[in-house]
C-alpha cells in the first residue's frame, strides 16, 4: 500500500522529518504515537501534499506510484484522506456543494459519471448514519460554528462519502467526548475492508482499543525510534515516553 | 430601453418615470433593460427617476446591458429615487457590459419617514465603472440597506462611493459592499456615513469586504464615519484578504481540483451578498450569473461543478 523511504521534509526552512522510513500493507492498522511538536502532523500534512511542507529528501510509493508527484487532489483520487487534526473551516461553502464536488470530482478521475443530485442526497444520507451526523450540521457551511466534536465527527462523514482505501487519523479522538469517540472509532470500523489501510496518530489508548492497530510506531525528533505490537502503546500510556528516550538515547 | 409596464412613462427628453401612486403593492418586480442599438450615439444620457409615493411597495431591476461597438461606449446615468413616507422600495442594479466601457452613474435617494429602501449594485462585467450613491435619510424611521457586489478582472475598474445621510433622528442604515479582485483589476470603495446633529439613535453598520486573489489586482478602501450626535450606535469596518490557503487545501485534500475550490471559493465570499436580497426568486438568478462569471475566467474548467 504505502512504502516511505528516508523521507526528510521542512517548513519554513526548518527541518521537521529527519529520516523516516514506513511501509504499510494492504489492511493493516499502524499508529503513530509521539510527543507533541516530534513531527506526527507533519508527515501526515508530507503525504496529503500540503504546499506548505517541503519535502527535502526521499520518497514515498503508494500502490505502486510515486505520491510526491501527484498533486494533494490526485492524491485523494488515488485513495488518500486525511482527518485533519484541525478541520478547517469555509464559510459561505455549504457542506453539500462541498461533498458533491469531491465525490464527482473522484468518480470523474476514475471515468465514472457524477451522480444525480437525487443519488447525491441519499448517498449522504446514508453516510450520516456512519458517525450519526444530524441533519443540520449537513445542511450547513462547511465546520462553520460547528463545536470540537461536531468537526472530528464530520471528518469522519467525510472518510464515509470518500471511501479512501488509506486513511491519516491525525488525533480524531481529540476533543470528543466517551460517546462520541465510541460512536466515531465505530464508525471508522465499519469502512474498514481487508485492503483498507490507516494510519492513526493518538495519544490515548483508549481510541485504539476500538481500532486494535497491528503496529504501533514511536516519532521523536522526527524519527520513529520504536515499533512494536498493540502492547507499546499500553506500555506508553502507563509509563509515557522518557524510557523509550533513555532507550534510543534522546 | 424596454419595460412596457403601466408605471413606466417617458418625456419628450428621453426622462423615464418610474411611479408607484399611493398604497399601490406592485408585486412583480419592474424589469428594464438598457441595451444600445447600433444606430445609437455612442455617448448615452440616460435620466431615470423613481418615485414610489407613501405606503406603496415596488421592486426595480436595472440591468445595464451596453455591449461592444465601433469606438468607445460612455454612460452618464442620472437616478433619482424618491421613497415615500412607509413606502418600500427595492431597486437592483446589475451591470453586465465589456471592458471597453466606460460608466458614470449618479443615484441619490431621498426617503421619507419610515420608509424601507434597499439598493443592490452588482457589477458583473465592466470597463471603467464610476457609481456614485448617496441617500438622504429624511425622515425619522427611515431604513436603508446598500448592497455591493463587484467581480472584475483584466484591466477593469469599478469604484463604488457611497454616502448615507443620517440627517434626521432614528434612522437605520445597513451597508455591505463586497470585491472579488482577480489579474489586474483595480477596485476602489468610499463609504462615507454621516450623523448630522439632530440624529440621535441613528444605527449604522458598514462593511467592505474585499478579496484580491492575485498579486497584481488592487482594491482602495475606505469608509469613514462622521458623527456629530452622541446618541448613536455605529459601527464600519474593511477588510483585505486573499484566498484562503488552508481552506484551498482542504478542499484539495477531499479531491476538489485547486481551481475549482478557488472558485467555491469565490461565489461562496459574494454569496454573503446576494443572500441579504429580500427577493429570493431574483437572488437565485444572480448567483446563476454570478457562477457564469467566475467561471469565465477560466475557459478549462468546463466541466466543474459550478460551469454545469
Ligand atoms: N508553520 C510552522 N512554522 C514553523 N514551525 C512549525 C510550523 N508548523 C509546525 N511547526 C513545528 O514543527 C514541529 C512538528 O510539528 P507537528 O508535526 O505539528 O508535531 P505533532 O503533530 O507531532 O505534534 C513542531 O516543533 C512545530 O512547532
Ligand atoms: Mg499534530
Redesign the interface.
Known sequence: MLEIKNLHASINGKEILKGIDLTIKDGEVHALMGQNGAGKSTLSNVL?????YEVTEGSVIFNGKDLLQM???E???EGI??S?QH???????SMV??????????R??HNQEPLSASEFLRLMREKRKVVELDNKLANR??NEGFSGGEKKRNEIF?MAM?EPTFAILDETDSGLDVDALRIVAEGFNKLRTPETSAMVITHYQRLLDYLKPDIVHVLLNGRIVKTGGPELATDIENKGFDWIKEEVGL | MTGGHQYITQSADGKLLIHVPRNERVEQPIRITIERRPDEPLEEHRDIEIRVDESAEARIILNDHIKEADGQTHTIQNLQIVAGENSQLEVYEVEETYSGHLRESSIVVDQQAYSRVTLLSLTLQAGKTVNHTVAHLNGQGAEVTLLGGVLADGTQRVENHTLIDHAVPECTSNELYKYVLDENAVGVFEGRILVQKDAQKSISQETNANLVSTKTARMFTQPALEIYADDVKCNHGATVGQL????L??????????D?ARM??K???I??VIDRLPLESFAERLRHLIEKRICGELPSCG???LCK
Open positions: 496529503v501534499g500540503n504546499p506548505a498533486k494533494p487532489e492524491r485523494a483520487h484522506f486525511m485533519f478541520p478547517i473551516e469555509i464559510p459561505g461553502v456543494n462541498f461533498m458533491r464536488a469531491a465525490v464527482n470530482a473522484k470523474k478521475y457551511a462547511v467525510q470518500l | 484562503d490557503e488552508q481552506a487545501f482542504y478542499m484539495q485534500q477531499r479531491g476538489i481540483p485547486y475549482e467555491l471559493l461565489f461562496a465570499f454569496g454573503e466541466d466543474c461543478k
